[in-house]
């Protein structure tokens, strides 16, 4: 890894160095280097989470169908069709942390949706993710857009670091709410004015996604925790 004060965390398991959310994101990032990763997160129609970006199929599994709607058995079975893709398989959030485990660090993003149940959405996650916070040399954070489910995995584990992924300014306040240990805020609100709203309420600030060298400079000379972004290696961060 380059030498940089910022934590680099690679977006969906780095989408530039390997495919997006699979196992061999992980093995590649861990080979790289890498100190962190971000993987993302949804449940299956019986409630197990699975490391995916999209309920759609359709966008990288080349497939009309919706996780939501398809059993962890049927999941299962699915394989990349073309590209970096082919014959690979979508894991689930288990198997992706016991590759992880002492060997990288890990942002887990849950996805929800509005409507849905965010307390038993944190409640499933977290009992994946609790087993591996034992003995680990490795920290696991859990990242979220919607304060209701980082509120919950609070309640559930008061000691479990959250990071709040915010787009808008409109809903940076909500952070006063739910008092998450880290904000993660997009580049298009990134400023000096959200950096001292961070800083007035002592927290560190994440952003994404970063993949051109001006905003990394920007990054740097406001002095950010840690950026998201797709292209590592380019940006000369691994």
């Not at 940089?4 to 495919?19: N, Q, T």
């Not at 129609?45 to 497939?63: G, T």
């Not at 993949?211 to 797709?230: H, Q, Y």
Request: hydrophobic share 45%.
């Amino acid at each position: 890894m380059k030498e940089d004060k910022i934590l680099v965390v690679p977006h969906r398991g780095g989408v530039s160095e390997a495919p997006e959310n699979t196992l061999e994101a992980i093995k590649i990032l861990i080979e790289k280097g890498a100190p962190f990763i971000e993987i993302d997160t949804r449940l299956s129609k019986d409630k197990v989470p699975f490391v995916i970006h999209d309920d759609s199929l359709s966008r990288v599994w080349e497939q009309e169908s919706l996780i939501s709607e398809m059993t962890a058995s049927e999941i299962q079975e699915i394989r990349g069709k073309s590209g970096a893709f082919k014959g690979l398989k979508i894991p689930t959030l288990k198997e992706a942390l016991e590759l992880a485990h002492n060997k990288i660090g890990v942002m887990v993003e849950v996805k929800s949706d509005e409507g849905l149940d965010h307390g038993f959405i944190a409640k499933q996650v977290m009992e994946v993710v609790t087993p591996f916070l034992k003995d680990s040399s490795t920290p696991i954070y859990i990242g979220c857009f919607y304060p209701q489910v980082l509120a919950h995995v609070k309640r559930l584990m008061p000691e479990m670091k959250t990071v709040y992924i915010v787009l808008d300014k409109v809903h940076l306040i909500y952070s006063d709410l739910i008092l998450p240990d880290f904000l993660a805020v997009n580049t298009c609100i990134f400023s000096e004015e959200t950096m001292e709203f961070a800083r007035s309420r002592g927290l560190p600030v994440w952003v994404w996604v970063v993949n051109e060298k001006s905003e990394l400079e920007k990054c740097r000379e406001l002095k950010v925790a840690g950026v998201f972004t797709d292209q590592p290696v380019a940006l000369g961060l691994l």
